[in-house]
Nanobody, 115 residues
Framework: QVQLVESGGGLVQAGGSLRLSCAAS????????MGWYRQAPGKQRELVAT???????NYADSVKGRFTISRDNAKNTVYLQMNSLKPEDTAVYYC?????????WGQGTQVTVSS
């Protein structure tokens, strides 16, 4: 069974930085797209950033210039470097990946930005 396990969330002051990691484990054939989504209380889950196996990038306008997504294909891991964090970035962040043609979600990690 394939799993995505996130780590790196926490509490940070506005203007600070956090780095999220998400590692895929289990019987992995191939991983095409990996990405991060987030869901704030009372809001729908939204795209933060995605990265293809070849390095193609896509960011939400709200995080462009502040967040950087990257991946290590050898480790089946995707990262999200978050700088200049704002209170409105507070949410549960979910890792998402297309593994062998099946979209898989992580359990989520809480990011809280205090003002």
């Amino acid at each position: 069974q394939v799993q995505l396990v996130e780590s790196g969330g926490g509490l940070v002051q506005a203007g600070g930085s956090l780095r999220l990691s998400c590692a895929a484990s289990g019987r992995i054939s191939s991983i095409s797209v990996m990405g991060w989504y987030r869901q704030a209380p009372g809001k729908q889950r939204e795209l933060v950033a995605t990265i293809t196996r070849g390095g193609g990038l896509n960011y939400a306008d709200s995080v462009k210039g502040r967040f950087t997504i990257s991946r290590d294909n050898a480790k089946n891991t995707v990262y999200l470097q978050m700088n200049s964090l704002k209170p409105e970035d507070t949410a549960v962040y979910y890792c998402n990946a297309n593994i062998g043609g099946i979209w898989t979600w992580g359990q989520g990690t809480q990011v809280t930005v205090s003002s």
